[in-house]
């Protein structure tokens, strides 16, 4: 697998500078200076539910004593805390960072962006990652495939 799909955080990078490498050269997305002012603050929320949603997220998987890399093996399923509602949290906290980011600094391009990585995991890492979850935990995954979503 290559490193970028290895390591997702590097997706949501690399989406990132490419779109504010865009917005350098001309693709820029206009922003008015009032929409600027409250993408500020929706992007400091964004950003600090996403710190949130990390630690907690990853808290539980050190708690649990299991690796939060991708092409580590499990030792335990996380069922509880965020995984009650998403099988993700962990990316879904990037990609709150990702928006919330583009938000704080007014830069719209980057942004939207996001979809860019969020098809790339949606599409080849999660599903990478729930073989691995099938094989290692079997029924127990599957049951809680079931009862949570993949997001939310």
Do not use: D
Not at 40 to 49: C, D, F, P, R
Not at 56 to 61: D, E, H, M, V
Request: glycine content about 8%.
């Amino acid at each position: 697998m290559p490193v970028l799909l290895r390591i997702p955080p590097l997706l949501f990078v690399a989406a990132y500078l490419a779109g504010t490498l865009l917005e350098r050269f001309g693709a820029r997305m206009p922003v008015s200076a009032q929409a600027a002012a409250a993408w500020s603050a929706a992007g400091t929320v964004l950003l600090n539910g996403a710190l949130l949603l990390f630690l907690w997220s990853a808290g539980l998987f050190w708690i649990a004593g299991t690796t939060i890399l991708p092409e580590g093996r499990a030792s335990r399923l996380v069922t509880v805390g965020p995984y009650r509602v998403s099988r993700n949290p962990m990316y879904l906290s990037l990609v709150l960072a990702h928006v919330g980011l583009g938000c704080s600094l007014a830069q719209a391009l980057p942004a939207v962006l996001v979809v860019v990585p969020l098809w790339i995991v949606n599409r080849q890492v999660i599903p990478h990652e729930e073989r691995a979850l099938r094989e290692r935990f079997g029924g127990r995954y599957a049951e809680y495939c079931l009862k949570v979503p993949r997001w939310i």
